[in-house]
């Protein structure tokens, strides 16, 4: 009788030892993602995100890898951006979306989806991305609407390095289109839901 409690005993303390090496892995891997909190205060992601909602910013998402289109991340905002009227940070030509932001960033926060990367053409219509010349298919955007911020037909070629970032909203979206892409080291991290 003695060797079956012996056994039983040696069973439980080796399940006892696997729940705890599990546990302090789990906790290791969670050491290593940093993230913060993030309050949505703009109604330019809906239908994905909606104004009130509360998501965690993964800081370290891009620490050893690149976004990926479909990716919503927080950006610092170029200085382009934050004004009354967005500001492109070359001249354009008509029908052309933003190739170039401000040089400068702002503290401000901005929450978008990349949908295009470093060396991409872009163009929209009726508030869809055409990325190098083939249309994407995003149910995830809300109709366009009409405005002018609709239709952008002439491709322009991403810079290396940079990422061009949409609202979901593409109707009411101030965003790339308009202020240009924005540098990997602009990103802050990948939004979480």
């Given at each position: 009788?003695?060797?079956v409690?012996?056994?039983?005993?040696?069973?439980?303390?080796?399940?006892?030892?696997?729940?705890?090496?599990?546990a302090a892995?789990l906790?290791?891997?969670l050491?290593?993602?940093?993230?913060e909190?993030?309050?949505?205060?703009?109604?330019?992601?809906?239908?994905?995100?909606?104004v009130g909602?509360?998501l965690?910013?993964?800081?370290?998402?891009?620490?050893?890898?690149?976004p990926q289109?479909?990716?919503?991340?927080?950006?610092?905002?170029p200085?382009?951006?934050t004004?009354?009227?967005p500001?492109?940070?070359?001249?354009?030509?008509?029908?052309?979306?933003?190739?170039?932001?401000t040089p400068?960033?702002?503290s401000?926060?901005?929450?978008?989806?990349?949908?295009?990367?470093?060396g991409?053409?872009?163009?929209?219509l009726?508030?869809?991305?055409?990325r190098?010349g083939t249309?994407?298919?995003?149910?995830?955007?809300?109709?366009?609407?009409?405005?002018q911020?609709?239709?952008?037909?002439?491709?322009?070629?991403?810079?290396?390095?940079?990422?061009?970032?949409?609202?979901?909203?593409r109707?009411?979206?101030?965003?790339?289109?308009n202020?240009?892409?924005?540098p990997?080291?602009?990103?802050?991290?990948?939004?979480v839901?």
């Amino acid at each position: 009788m003695g060797g079956v409690a012996n056994r039983s005993a040696l069973r439980n303390l080796l399940l006892l030892l696997a729940i705890a090496a599990t546990a302090a892995l789990l906790l290791i891997e969670l050491g290593h993602v940093q993230s913060e909190r993030l309050h949505i205060t703009s109604s330019s992601m809906q239908p994905t995100l909606r104004v009130g909602q509360i998501l965690r910013l993964d800081t370290s998402a891009y620490s050893s890898s690149l976004p990926q289109i479909g990716d919503i991340v927080a950006i610092r905002a170029p200085a382009g951006a934050t004004g009354d009227s967005p500001v492109c940070g070359v001249a354009r030509p008509g029908g052309e979306v933003c190739p170039q932001a401000t040089p400068e960033r702002t503290s401000q926060i901005f929450v978008k989806r990349v949908v295009a990367g470093p060396g991409d053409t872009i163009a929209v219509l009726d508030g869809k991305v055409v990325r190098n010349g083939t249309p994407q298919n995003e149910p995830f955007a809300a109709p366009c609407g009409g405005s002018q911020e609709c239709n952008f037909p002439v491709p322009a070629q991403l810079p290396s390095g940079e990422w061009f970032l949409l609202g979901d909203d593409r109707g009411a979206s101030d965003d790339s289109r308009n202020w240009g892409p924005v540098p990997t080291s602009w990103i802050l991290g990948k939004v979480v839901k």
